[in-house]
C-alpha cells in the first residue's frame, strides 16, 4: 500500500492486488522520520485511475467473445499490467495519530509518501489502544478479522442510544444483547417491547430456563399488568390523559377536581370515578370529553379496582434493582394503539416518579418503534430531561426517519445495521458520532447481522462487527403462513419397493 | 472483364500459428530484449507523463506520400463481387512504445500481433511486450543482431528515430515469418508496397513478396491514411460517387518516381463495403492482375469488413498497440525485476520558469 494523498481528513491510499483490505478497517500510515502513526479507517473502494483502462476495456469487449489466442510474453509483462490494472484506491477517514504509544486526537499532519509504511491494524490491537473494553465487558460479538469485540457497559450508563437498521437484520437481537449484558451487571432494564419479541428472553433456545429466568419479568397490560387508580397518583394519571389520551385543558382542570375531590374522601377507585364524573356539576361538554376518555380507561382493561390482580409497578422496579437487576418486558403486542400510549405514558411516568423520588437508581428504556405509542412533543422530554433522573434510552427502529434529527444528534452511542435506501442513510448520516461519508459508506454494504458501532462505546473508532448468537429464545412469535403448510407436505415421497407396492 | 477463377485451398486451421509457435521463432528477439535491459540495472529511470500523452498519438505512415503527376492519370473502375471460399485471411500490426529514459539510453517496448481468420473463426498470436534498452553503445549491435537473426539487410540509420527502426524490424520479421509459413492465405499488411526508402530496402520486401508468392500467398498493403492525391483531390475521396465495392486502379504512369522509391504493388484506392471508407490497396505486383483482384473478391467474401476495413488487420492493429496501463504495468515490471530507480522528468520551461513556462493545461 502507498501514499497517494490527503484532502481534508480524507486519506487516498493505493493497493494493489495482492494486499487484502476491506471496508471498514483499519491501518496504521507509520512515518518513522517524523516518529509518529497516523490511524485511518478504509470507509470505501474503488479502482484506482489508471490511465488507459477505459479504452483497454472498451477496445477488448465484444473482441473477447469472438477471438481466441495466445500470448507469447516472455516477460510476464501481463501480470505486471493487470496488476497495475486492478489496483484499488482506498478512501480513508483520519482517527488520529499514535506519538510514542500514546493515541492523541490530531490529523493536521502529513505522513510522507515516499517514506511512510502502511499496514493493518488488528481490532485487538485498536481495543487496547483506545481501551474500548473497558472494566465492564458486554460481548457484541466478533469482528471482520475474528476478534471478539466488548464494550463497555459504563458506556450505555447515562447514554442515549439508536438500535436502527432495516427490517431483518438484527436490531432485536443487538437489543437483547445489550439488555442481557446489562442485567449481568446489576441494571434494571425495561423493554417496551411492540412485538412480543422479548417475552422468552428467561427460556434458551432447547426451552429451558436459563440464568437470567428469575429476572425477566413479563408484564401483559389488561392481562398481567393492571394497575388501581391508588397506585396511580393525580401526576401519572393527568400525564395519560393529557398526553395519551388527548384531554383538553378545561376538561383536564375538572378531572383534578375530581381526582382530588375523591382522593381527599378515600374513594378513589375506577367505579366511583365514574360516578362521580357522570354527577359532577360542570359544563356538559367537559362532562362528556371525561366521561369518554374515563370509558377509554375503563375499555382498556388496564385499570383495575381488584387489587389482588393489580400490579404495583414501583414496587417491581424496586424489587428488581434490589435483587442485582433484571429485565422488566412490557408486551405491547395485544394493546390496542390508543391502550399501548395509555400504558407507556403510566410506565414512563411512574419511572419517572420512582426515579426523581430516588427510590431507584437508574432504568435502562429499550423503546422499540417509539413513534408507534410516543408523542411528538416526548421525544426531547426523553432524551434531555428525564436523562438526568437516570432513565437511559435506546431507541430501536427500522424506520429512522422516525426518529427525530436532534436525536440523532444528541446520541452518544449508534448501533447501525444494513439499510440500502438512500433516504434512510441520508438520514442516519446526521448522526453527530461520524461523519455521514463514513456512515453511508459502510452501511450500506453492511452484511445481515453485522453491525456499525458508533461513539462512545467505541471510543469514536467506527468497528464492524458480527453479532454473536444467543442461548436464548430469541425470536418473537410471528406466525408464517407456509411454515404451516410446510409441514403437511413431505420432505421427499419414498417408493416402496415391497410387496405392497403398487410401482 | 474476364477474371481468371484461381483455385485457393484452404489452409488447414491454426496450422501456421502453430508452426510460428514451434519454431520458436521469438526465441532470439527475447534474448536480444533481455541482454539489452541487463544494461540498465540498477540505473536512473526517467518518466515523463507529458511525453507519455504524445506517445498515444498515432503517427501518419510517411511512407504513402507518393507524388502524381496531374492530368497524367490514367485509371480503372473495377467493380467487385464477393468470393466466399474459405480463404484464410491473416492480418499483422506491429507497434512501438518509447517507455522511458535512463541516464545512458533510451527503453522502447515493442509488440506484434498476427490475426487468423479462418473457418469463420478468429485467433490471433501476440508477441511481446519486448523491452529494449537502446544505448549510443548497444545500438548498433542491437539492430545487426536483429537483422542478421532475422536475414534482413538492416542497417541500423541514425536519422531515423531508433523507436521507428524497432518497430520496422519488428514488423519485417513477423511479415517475413508469416509469409514462409502461411499457405494460400491473404496476408494483410498495414502499409504500402513501397520500398527503397531509408530502412526498408528493395531486396528485403521482395524477397518477403516472392517467399509468400512461393506458398501461393497473395500479399496486400493497407493503407489508412494516403496523400495520393489526383488534381489536388484528396483520392480516397474522389470516389464517393461509384457504388461499392470496387477497386480503382492507379497506373504507374502517374507517379513520378523519385530516387531509390521502388512499388512493389499494384496500386488501388479500394472501397470495399457501402458504408465503409476507401482506403489505397497495394497487391503484389508480381502477381498477375486478375488474381489480384479476385483476391480481393475472396477478401471481401471471406473477411468482416468494419468501415470497409478488414476486421483482422483492426484485430491485429489492436491487440499491438499499447495502452496507458500498458506502458505503467512495463514500467513496473522494469522497477521490479531491474531494480530502476523511479524519478519524474522535470519539465525544463516549469523548473526555469515556474508557473510562466508552462503551457495551457500543464
Not at chain 1, 447501525?416 to 442513510?425: G, K, Q, W, Y
Not at chain 2, 496486400?220 to 488534381?231: A, H, N, Q, V, Y
Not at chain 2, 475472396?298 to 499499447?322: C, D, M, V, W
Request: aromatic residues 8%; proline residues 3%.
Amino acid at each position: 500500500m502507498r501514499l497517494f494523498k490527503k484532502t481534508g481528513n480524507t486519506m487516498h491510499i493505493l493497493c494493489f492486488p495482492d494486499e487484502e483490505v476491506e471496508k471498514g478497517e483499519y491501518l496504521l500510515i507509520r512515518d518513522e522520520r517524523a516518529r509518529k502513526s497516523m490511524i485511518v479507517q478504509v470507509i470505501d473502494i474503488e479502482f484506482a485511475n489508471v490511465p488507459g483502462v477505459m479504452e483497454e476495456i472498451l477496445r477488448s469487449s465484444g473482441i473477447e467473445e469472438f477471438v481466441e489466442g495466445e500470448d507469447n510474453d516472455p516477460l510476464d509483462v501481463a501480470s505486471h499490467i493487470l496488476y497495475i490494472q486492478d489496483a484499488r484506491l482506498l478512501i480513508c477517514k483520519v482517527h488520529g495519530t499514535i506519538v510514542n504509544g500514546e493515541l492523541i486526537p490530531e490529523s493536521s499532519w502529513l505522513p510522507s509518501r515516499t517514506h511512510s509504511t502502511i499496514r493493518k491494524i488488528p481490532t485487538e490491537s485498536l481495543v487496547k489502544l483506545a481501551n474500548i473494553e473497558g472494566s465492564l465487558p458486554i460481548m457484541i460479538g466478533e469482528t471482520r478479522d475474528s476478534f471478539p469485540l466488548a464494550i463497555d457497559a459504563r458506556q450505555l450508563d447515562g447514554r442515549l442510544n439508536i438500535i436502527t437498521g432495516k427490517k431483518g437484520t438484527g436490531k432485536s437481537h443487538l437489543s437483547k444483547i445489550l439488555a442481557l449484558g446489562l442485567v449481568d451487571y446489576g441494571a434494571t432494564v425495561v423493554i417496551l417491547d411492540l412485538n412480543g419479541e422479548y417475552t422468552n428472553l428467561g427460556y434458551s433456545l432447547d426451552g429451558s430456563k436459563n440464568k437470567y429466568h428469575d429476572k425477566i419479568h413479563i408484564l401483559s397490560p389488561g392481562k398481567t399488568f393492571k394497575v388501581t387508580l391508588y397506585q396511580t397518583n393525580l401526576y401519572v394519571i393527568m400525564r395519560t390523559l393529557v398526553y395519551a389520551l388527548g384531554l383538553p385543558g378545561t376538561s383536564a382542570r375538572e378531572f383534578r377536581h375530581i381526582w382530588k375531590f375523591l382522593e381527599k374522601t378515600g374513594r378513589l377507585t375506577l367505579h366511583n370515578l365514574g360516578e362521580a364524573i357522570q354527577n359532577w356539576k360542570c359544563n356538559q361538554h367537559v362532562k362528556d370529553a371525561l366521561y369518554s376518555r374515563y370509558s377509554a380507561l375503563v375499555n382498556s382493561g388496564f385499570f383495575t379496582d381488584n387489587m389482588a390482580e393489580a400490579t404495583d409497578f414501583e414496587k417491581l422496579l424496586r424489587r428488581t434493582e434490589r435483587n442485582g437487576g433484571g429485565i422488566i418486558v412490557i408486551d405491547l403486542s395485544d394493546t390496542s394503539p390508543s391502550d399501548r400510549q395509555m400504558v407507556v405514558e403510566y410506565v414512563l411516568a411512574k419511572i419517572q416518579e420512582t426515579l426523581s423520588q430516588w427510590k431507584i437508581r437508574a432504568v435502562f428504556l429499550f423503546a422499540e418503534e417509539a413513534h408507534l405509542y410516543l408523542k411528538e412533543t416526548y421525544w426531547d422530554d426523553i432524551v434531555t430531561r428525564m436523562r438526568h433522573f437516570g432513565l437511559f434510552t435506546t431507541f430501536i427502529t427500522n424506520q429512522p426517519n422516525t426518529i427525530h434529527e436532534n436525536i440523532y444528534r444528541q446520541a452518544d452511542n449508534i448501533f447501525l445495521l444494513n439499510f440500502v435506501n438512500e433516504h434512510d442513510l441520508q438520514i442516519i448520516s446526521r448522526a453527530a458520532r461520524a461523519d455521514a461519508e463514513t456512515i453511508t459508506s459502510i452501511v450500506r454494504d453492511l452484511p445481515p447481522h453485522h453491525c456499525l458501532l458508533l461513539g462512545k462505546v467505541v471510543k469514536d473508532f467506527p468497528i464492524i462487527v458480527k453479532i454473536k448468537s444467543l442461548d436464548v429464545k430469541t425470536m418473537g412469535q410471528t406466525r408464517f403462513f407456509f411454515t404451516e403448510k410446510e409441514r403437511l407436505v413431505p420432505d421427499k415421497i419414498t417408493i416402496h419397493e415391497g410387496k405392497d407396492s403398487n410401482l | 472483364m474476364l477474371i481468371g477463377q484461381l483455385h485457393y485451398e484452404t489452409t488447414p486451421k491454426y496450422s501456421f500459428l502453430q508452426s510460428l509457435r514451434n519454431l520458436g521463432i521469438s526465441k532470439r528477439i527475447v534474448e536480444l530484449s533481455l541482454n539489452s535491459m541487463h544494461t540498465i540495472k540498477g540505473k536512473i529511470f526517467k518518466v515523463s507523463n507529458e511525453e507519455l500523452a504524445s506517445f498515444f498519438i498515432e503517427h501518419m505512415d510517411s511512407e504513402d506520400q507518393l507524388p502524381t503527376k496531374d492530368g497524367m492519370l490514367s485509371a480503372l473502375i473495377m467493380p467487385l463481387r464477393a468470393i466466399r471460399d474459405g480463404t484464410s485471411i491473416i492480418g499483422i500490426d506491429v507497434s512501438s512504445i518509447k517507455i522511458g529514459v535512463t541516464d545512458v539510453g533510451v527503453i522502447y517496448a515493442v509488440r506484434g500481433a498476427i490475426v487468423l481468420k479462418t473457418n469463420n473463426h478468429y485467433r490471433y498470436i501476440r508477441l511481446g511486450p519486448l523491452p529494449f534498452h537502446i544505448t549510443k553503445e548497444n545500438i548498433h549491435e542491437v539492430f545487426g543482431e536483429l537483422s542478421r537473426d532475422l536475414s534482413l539487410r538492416f542497417n541500423f540509420l541514425s536519422y531515423i528515430d531508433p523507436q521507428i527502426q524497432l518497430c520496422n524490424i519488428m514488423e519485417k520479421w513477423l511479415r517475413a515469418y508469416v509469409s514462409h509459413l502461411a499457405r494460400r492465405s491473404i496476408i494483410l499488411w498495414d502499409g504500402s508496397l513501397t520500398a527503397g526508402t531509408p530502412g526498408n530496402p528493395v531486396s528485403d520486401l521482395s524477397k518477403m513478396l516472392r517467399a509468400a508468392r512461393e506458398n501461393s500467398n497473395v500479399v496486400m498493403g493497407i493503407s489508412k491514411e494516403t496523400s495520393l492525391k489526383f488534381i489536388r483531390w484528396g483520392m480516397t475521396d474522389l470516389l464517393n460517387g461509384y457504388k461499392p465495392p470496387y477497386l480503382f486502379e492507379i497506373r504507374p504512369a502517374s507517379f513520378s518516381h523519385t530516387g531509390s522509391l521502388r512499388l512493389l504493388g499494384r496500386i488501388y484506392v479500394a472501397k470495399l463495403a457501402k458504408r465503409g471508407c476507401a482506403f489505397r490497396l497495394d497487391i503484389d505486383k508480381a502477381i498477375p492482375r486478375d488474381e489480384g483482384i479476385v483476391a480481393v473478391e475472396k477478401l471481401i467474401g471471406n473477411e468482416t469488413l468494419y468501415q470497409g476495413y478488414p476486421e483482422t488487420l483492426r484485430l491485429a492493429h489492436i491487440y499491438s498497440t499499447f495502452t496507458a496501463s500498458d506502458v505503467i504495468g512495463i514500467q513496473r515490471l522494469l522497477i521490479k525485476k531491474y531494480g530502476l530507480k523511479l524519478v519524474a522528468h522535470n519539465n525544463m520551461h516549469r523548473t526555469l520558469f515556474g508557473p510562466y513556462g508552462a503551457r495551457l493545461g500543464d
